[in-house]
């Protein structure tokens, strides 16, 4: 396509238009909904519980809390969009609301990722260095980890955010079902293929970053165990590590299916691109709530006790 030919327009407003020929939107719409609702109630339930009990004031449940309140953010900057298209046919989008909902739902991502990677460290230190554990993750170290890692998300998204900003707009509507960095760039008078290398590698940063990180964690972890811990021990070490495991491979099995179908040269249609990104956006922000909810005995116990205190009594 000559991108030459085309006008830059003084564009104002985006119109999303990824749910176009969708069956039963009404349905779909429901579906998401409920996903929402079910996501803000299980982060909000974990960030009340552990807010509330000081003996979940560790740095493994700091983490948790963390992760709930980023799995918050992440949902609530694309699912009230689709709903929205979904439920009440309103696809318009301000440009400047555009850009902030690609910079939180890009951020966002980021930033789950990072907090699971070091998850992943709370567990090594918890395993290998039991006794100095409190030491080692200092509320004072775990305040800066984490300013840190915000720092460097922030760094990394504003890329992004940059170059949406500048780029010269030609086309008003998105055919994606909410804003992000590949529906902006498409939607511009340029050659997309130049911004999405800009795109590949910062996404290979923040996805192979934090997996590698997670994997050579779990290597340590496993020498650790096989050396140190008898065979009932390990059975408690793998179980508490379980949770944990399920969290990651519902954040990084999509991207790497993504990439795989990719490499062997299967295209994705629209449809089914955007299926991916709706299930690879809001499927771990559901599952990781859950998880810690019911898999994780103290938040569990805690759950079951306001569930038994609010009930009506017979």
Do not use: W
Request: aromatic share 12%; charged share 15%; glycine share 4%.
């Amino acid at each position: 396509m000559p991108f030459t030919n085309l006008t830059a327009e003084a564009i104002t407003e985006f119109y999303i238009t990824g749910f176009k020929g969708t069956q039963n939107p009404k349905a779909v719409g429901c579906i998401i909904l409920i996903i929402f609702l079910l996501i803000l109630l299980g982060s909000s339930a974990n960030i009340y519980i552990i807010a509330r009990d000081k003996r979940l004031h560790t740095p493994m449940y700091f983490f948790i809390c963390t992760l709930s309140v980023v799995d918050i953010i992440h949902s609530t900057s694309s699912s009230p969009t689709m709903i929205l298209v979904l439920l009440a046919d309103i696809t318009a989008i301000s440009y400047r609301s555009c850009i902030t909902q690609m910079t939180v739902y890009h951020l966002s991502s980021v930033m789950g990722k990072f907090t699971i990677s070091f998850m992943a460290y709370d567990r090594l230190v918890a395993i290998s260095n039991p006794l100095r554990y409190h030491s080692i993750l200092t509320k004072t170290r775990i305040v800066l980890i984490t300013v840190t890692l915000l720092i460097l998300g922030c760094a990394l998204i504003a890329v992004f955010t940059g170059i949406a900003d500048r780029l010269p707009y030609c086309r008003t509507s998105l055919s994606f079902v909410f804003c992000d960095y590949g529906s902006l760039v498409r939607a511009a008078c340029v050659n997309p293929d130049e911004y999405f290398v800009t795109l590949t590698v910062i996404s290979f940063f923040i996805l192979f970053g934090p997996f590698g990180f997670i994997f050579i964690s779990y290597l340590m972890i496993i020498f650790t165990v096989l050396k140190i811990a008898p065979s009932e021990e390990r059975k408690k070490t793998y179980s508490t590590c379980l949770n944990h495991l399920i969290v990651v491979a519902s954040v990084f099995v999509p991207p790497f299916v993504s990439i795989i179908l990719t490499r062997i040269g299967f295209v994705l249609s629209l449809t089914e691109g955007n299926v991916l990104i709706i299930f690879s956006s809001l499927g771990p922000c559901l599952v990781n709530p859950f998880v810690y909810c019911f898999r994780t005995k103290e938040i569990r116990r805690k759950l079951f006790r306001i569930i038994k205190a609010v009930a009506p009594q017979e």
